[in-house]
């Protein structure tokens, strides 16, 4: 091979090496002046103009999340290694356009572009295949979680969608890719098949009505199944651990049981699972 083919094959190789291997470690992109704080490895991104507070109070909530028992231990080692391996981080932004600005530099274009040829090799359209795709990409490329300044409550006054954001990170990106045929965001896993009997069913989509006696009732079409897992485990953890027992009549219409209580009675199999050893899933400070 001549000096000049090796030079081509090592500075392809090089390219390789920064867009399309799989991350070693949570990391916010690079973007001049972002905010960056750790969480257990996590990595907890806020763009330049968020106030420093609410990177702090992020930092607290993913400190809870991952160490619910506070025991300075992460709770699932295994899970948070995954969101860790895949490059995933926790991000804070004050507006859609920091959002859009976040996604471009996380997503560069070299690495869209690597994204539409693995889509276009397995023939999938974005409109009919999205689990599909997120299942190949996500595992791959990582991905971002997010909140917004104006959802977060820094004085623990009321429901905080910080923790909502957070625990989605955890499941999405941890627990259902530690724990595929548990956790997994796909049909017959089993937090899948408890979903659907929580609704009456199996829907691919998101039903504007569901069969009487369903406690899980999420009707936004806009969610794929993938997501409604990730919405139906958030309920769920939450509710074991009495975070929603003062929302029911704020949450009734997508979630039925919202304490540890109704849990227990009527989902037995659920909380069954939830709290098997093995998977480390607390339900006490």
Same mark, same amino acid.
């Given at each position: 091979?001549?000096?000049? +083919?090796? %030079?081509?094959?090592?500075?392809?190789?090089?390219?390789?090496?920064?867009?399309?291997? +799989?991350?070693?470690?949570?990391?916010?992109?690079?973007?001049?002046?972002?905010?960056?704080?750790?969480?257990?490895?996590?990595?907890?991104?806020?763009?330049?103009?968020?106030?420093?507070?609410?990177?702090?109070?992020?930092?607290?909530?993913?400190?809870?999340?991952?160490?619910?028992?506070?025991?300075?231990?992460?709770?699932?080692?295994?899970?948070?290694?995954?969101?860790?391996?895949?490059?995933?981080?926790?991000?804070?932004?004050?507006?859609?356009?920091?959002?859009?600005?976040?996604?471009?530099?996380?997503?560069?274009?070299?690495?869209?572009?690597?994204?539409?040829?693995?889509?276009?090799?397995?023939?999938?359209?974005?409109?009919?295949?999205?689990? +599909?795709?997120?299942?190949?990409?996500?595992?791959?490329?990582?991905?971002?979680?997010?909140?917004?300044?104006?959802?977060?409550?820094?004085?623990?006054?009321?429901?905080?969608?910080?923790?909502?954001?957070?625990?989605?990170?955890?499941?999405?990106?941890?627990?259902?890719?530690?724990?595929?045929?548990?956790?997994?965001?796909?049909?017959?896993?089993?937090?899948?098949?408890?979903?659907?009997?929580?609704?009456?069913?199996?829907?691919?989509?998101?039903?504007? %009505?569901?069969?009487?006696?369903?406690?899980?009732?999420?009707?936004? +079409?806009?969610?794929?199944?993938?997501?409604?897992?990730?919405?139906?485990?958030?309920?769920?953890?939450?509710?074991?651990?009495?975070?929603?027992?003062?929302?029911?009549?704020?949450?009734?219409?997508?979630?039925?049981?919202?304490?540890?209580?109704?849990?227990?009675?009527?989902?037995?199999?659920?909380?069954?699972?939830?709290?098997?050893?093995?998977?480390?899933?607390?339900?006490?400070?």
């Amino acid at each position: 091979m001549s000096f000049k +083919k090796k %030079s081509i094959f090592y500075a392809i190789l090089l390219f390789s090496q920064i867009f399309f291997v +799989k991350p070693v470690m949570s990391q916010c992109p690079n973007i001049d002046n972002i905010k960056v704080a750790e969480s257990f490895g996590v990595q907890i991104c806020a763009m330049p103009k968020v106030d420093d507070k609410y990177l702090n109070h992020a930092k607290k909530v993913m400190n809870k999340l991952i160490d619910y028992n506070s025991d300075g231990v992460v709770d699932n080692k295994k899970a948070i290694d995954k969101i860790i391996s895949t490059g995933s981080v926790f991000a804070i932004f004050r507006s859609e356009r920091d959002e859009n600005n976040f996604q471009e530099y996380f997503y560069p274009d070299e690495v869209m572009d690597e994204m539409e040829k693995l889509i276009s090799q397995n023939g999938w359209d974005f409109d009919d295949d999205e689990d +599909k795709i997120t299942a190949l990409i996500e595992p791959k490329f990582g991905t971002f979680l997010a909140v917004f300044t104006n959802e977060m409550n820094l004085d623990n006054n009321g429901w905080d969608p910080t923790i909502e954001e957070g625990l989605h990170l955890i499941t999405h990106m941890g627990y259902a890719q530690a724990y595929q045929d548990i956790f997994g965001q796909h049909k017959n896993s089993e937090i899948a098949k408890l979903m659907d009997e929580a609704r009456g069913g199996y829907f691919k989509d998101a039903q504007r %009505s569901y069969p009487s006696g369903a406690y899980y009732t999420y009707d936004d +079409k806009s969610c794929t199944y993938a997501c409604q897992i990730t919405e139906f485990t958030y309920w769920a953890i939450t509710s074991m651990r009495g975070q929603q027992s003062n929302r029911g009549g704020a949450i009734n219409k997508e979630w039925k049981l919202n304490t540890p209580e109704k849990v227990k009675l009527s989902a037995p199999k659920l909380e069954a699972l939830l709290t098997q050893e093995e998977y480390q899933i607390y339900f006490f400070d």
